[in-house]
């Protein structure tokens, strides 16, 4: 059985913290009300960006205030959790989303210039657990998995992938909301998930780290706002903490060279920021926003603050197209003799959905944590197709590049492609096949090249807007 390491003292302490301010919000809560079974069987497959500024952290669509009696809260952009899929397993406020089950070949698994190639069999469910009151709404969804392989058997109960949402009006006017994302990604990566995943309801696109270089990472990304919204303007104040950590596991093949490709092997970015959201007309707002965040990275005494401000851009062209913009300057101080860095980070998403497809266009610049820990900037594109024909059969393509720069070091280049067919055998389950290939090089590292294959059941409903969960 394979251990997954116990985060440091530092996760720790802000997972704690999360977990403790999400008991401080629903102490004062009065007795559940009771959602319809629909609202209680479903939650938002997608996860929100991590980027502050990013057009995901803009209420494009603000929750209705409770005290408007005369309307109901919208379940569907509200704070009431209610997504687009339907759960096959519900026990009370518990829902069994989906679970799938497969075999991968592996061609590449510790990702070095040798490649050795492995086959497994594995198993993965995505769980929900959902509820909601006129005030307070909370959304927690966990995906566990087992991995079998050679006789090994890797198991990620604890911290395969914990996201958290929460909602609670303090006033009308005022809204509280906790978002919280904790992953931890095997030196293999994860075998089932497309790189980023659309969410047709608002707009936004989830993006997940994708650089790899055959190391463990785990990582969490939380954040606290506050929300005041009038009439056709929103302010939104917010803190931010992001943990990121990295590891080569001991019963994989040790890298080409004996240094990893990285100066650092573990990250804490802390900060927080205003946004000001205005809204023109219904499906037209611009804003602004400004982020501070302060980065300390382990191994290394020089400690690096960044500024940034971006103005932001929102509009919805009839119901079909989506588009998201946001661009503006960025400094990046550093203690040391090491001069202010000056440039500039940006954030546009497209989405188009056609009659039976979608079409998600993505492109990032920002120091978020892609995959690779570093005290500098880096790019990222990203696409996604999808569409369903012949009723039972549904085709997707996806492809992403990112690029993550260092002061030492040569800059770190990965892509990823994959394409998906899925054919529905019934109303619960369908049977899929996926191939994807990824390549990285730079920083100290040679280049190295992989193939997945999977292929394997998974039971669950199909989402509403097509997209899997």
């Not at 969410?199 to 990582?219: H, K």
């Not at 804490?268 to 501070?292: A, D, K, M």
């Not at 920002?366 to 880096?378: A, D």
């Not at 998906?420 to 040679?446: D, H, M, W």
Request: with cysteine; net charge neutral.
């Amino acid at each position: 059985m394979k251990s997954v390491r116990v985060p440091p003292s530092s996760l720790v302490v802000s997972l704690v913290g999360t977990y403790l301010c999400v008991m401080i919000l629903l102490v004062p809560s009065s007795a559940y009300a009771q959602q319809d079974d629909a609202s209680q069987d479903a939650s938002r497959t997608s996860q929100p960006s991590t980027n502050p500024d990013s057009p995901a952290d803009l209420p494009s669509n603000p929750p209705a205030s409770p005290s408007q009696a005369d309307e109901r809260i919208d379940h569907t952009n509200g704070p009431l959790p209610a997504g687009r899929s339907t759960s096959v397993l519900t026990r009370g406020h518990l829902s069994l989303l989906t679970t799938s089950t497969f075999y991968e070949y592996d061609s590449n698994e510790a990702f070095t210039p040798q490649p050795q190639s492995v086959n497994a069999f594995g198993l993965q469910a995505l769980v929900a657990y959902s509820f909601g009151t006129e005030r307070t709404a909370l959304d927690l969804q966990y995906r566990p998995s087992l991995v079998v392989s050679g006789g090994v058997t890797e198991l990620n109960l604890a911290a395969n992938s914990v996201d958290l949402r929460l909602y609670h009006y303090l006033t009308p006017r005022w809204l509280l909301s906790l978002d919280d994302r904790f992953q931890y990604a095997p030196a293999r990566g994860r075998l089932l998930d497309p790189t980023i995943r659309p969410d047709l309801s608002t707009g936004n696109i989830s993006r997940d780290p994708f650089l790899t270089n055959g190391q463990a990472s785990l990582s969490d990304a939380a954040s606290v706002k506050l929300t005041y919204a009038a009439e056709h303007d929103t302010f939104t104040f917010r803190g931010q903490y992001q943990y990121a950590d990295a590891w080569t596991p001991s019963n994989l093949a040790k890298p080409a060279k004996p240094t990893t490709p990285t100066t650092f092997q573990q990250e804490n970015v802390i900060g927080g920021g205003i946004t000001w959201f205005h809204e023109v007309r219904e499906g037209l707002q611009f804003g602004v926003s400004y982020t501070y965040d302060r980065q300390i990275l382990k191994g290394n005494l020089n400690r690096s603050q960044y500024h940034s401000v971006m103005i932001n851009y929102s509009q919805k062209f009839g119901s079909s197209l989506t588009l998201l913009a946001a661009f503006g300057p960025s400094w990046q101080i550093s203690g040391g003799q090491t001069p202010t860095s000056k440039t500039y980070v940006g954030d546009v998403t497209m989405l188009k959905r056609f009659h039976t497809s979608t079409l998600a266009l993505s492109y990032v610049r920002n120091y978020e944590y892609v995959g690779v820990i570093s005290s500098g900037y880096n790019t990222r594109y990203d696409g996604y197709y999808t569409k369903n024909f012949a009723g039972r059969w549904e085709a997707s393509a996806g492809a992403g590049y990112a690029q993550q720069t260092f002061r030492k070091l040569s800059d770190f280049d990965g892509r990823e492609e994959w394409v998906r067919l899925s054919y529905l055998l019934g109303e619960k389950i369908s049977a899929f096949v996926s191939i994807t290939n990824s390549a990285a090089q730079g920083a100290g590292l040679p280049y190295a090249n992989r193939n997945l294959f999977v292929a394997g059941l998974r039971w669950g409903y199909q989402r509403e807007d097509g997209l899997q969960p």
